[in-house]
């Protein structure tokens, strides 16, 4: 099964945009890179996901390398409320997901 | 949202007795999954089902065991707890039927933090 690696830990300050690296060099053509994020005492949420083009959504940016292996999630102006762990994940033909153990990202106020 | 209900929510036990948790959907999503999650090892996939009587091992399956007898409840038994299965229990669901999921999108419940002393 395909593996991410992502930092443990990145800091940002407030309001500031924030970029978090991952790199999934063994990525094959079906799987989709998938973002989640978990605050404390919760499960984890969906934020983003796309397959080969850059994606946008409310929460978030995605970008992803032209040979896909690797990505890169954006969030434009961070907030304290953004500070969670954030996982990068692949997902196969066989709808599994493998989380890893994500970028704990604190957001300094 | 997706309606998931993790039972029970908290649970103490001792070695070596037998732990059942349950996870129940009112979404129809055809994919349900069991995580543990522990400090230092992020989230890890223990089993996981893509529909009634078909289930596959994740990453940490042994000592586990599971069971999909309809599509809304997928239950994870421990048949022997030990100390090491001492955990916080996640339970996902993906894929729904209904159409207004996003495509693969994971829905989480609450957790299950189970020790086992």
């Known amino acids: 099964d395909a593996k991410t690696t992502q930092p443990n830990s990145m800091e940002s300050n407030e309001e500031e945009p924030v970029h978090l690296p991952c790199n999934h060099s063994t990525i094959s053509g079906t799987d989709y890179i998938h973002w989640y994020r978990q605050l404390p005492s919760q499960g984890p949420e969906y934020v983003i996901h796309?397959?080969?083009s850059n994606v946008n959504n409310r929460m978030a940016s995605l970008a992803i390398a032209e040979d896909r292996k690797s990505s890169t999630l954006i969030l434009h102006r961070a907030t304290l409320r953004d500070a969670a762990v954030y996982y990068c994940i692949l997902r196969g033909t066989g709808n599994q997901f493998y989380f890893g153990t994500g970028t704990s990202l604190t957001v300094i106020p | 949202d997706a309606g998931i209900t993790q039972s029970p929510r908290h649970k103490v036990t001792e070695t070596g007795t037998p732990v059942t948790l349950r996870c129940h959907q009112t979404e129809n999503h055809r994919y349900m999954y069991w995580y543990r999650q522990d400090p230092g090892h992020g989230l890890r996939l223990i089993h996981y089902s893509y529909g009634v009587k078909d289930t596959d091992k994740g990453e940490v399956s042994d000592g586990y065991s599971v069971s999909r007898s309809k599509t809304e409840d997928f239950l994870l038994t421990l048949e022997s707890a030990t100390s090491s299965q001492t955990s916080v229990y996640f339970c996902a669901i993906s894929e729904s039927t209904s159409g207004r999921a996003r495509a693969g999108e994971l829905f989480f419940g609450e957790g299950s933090r189970l020790t086992v002393l």
């Open positions: 796309g397959l080969t």
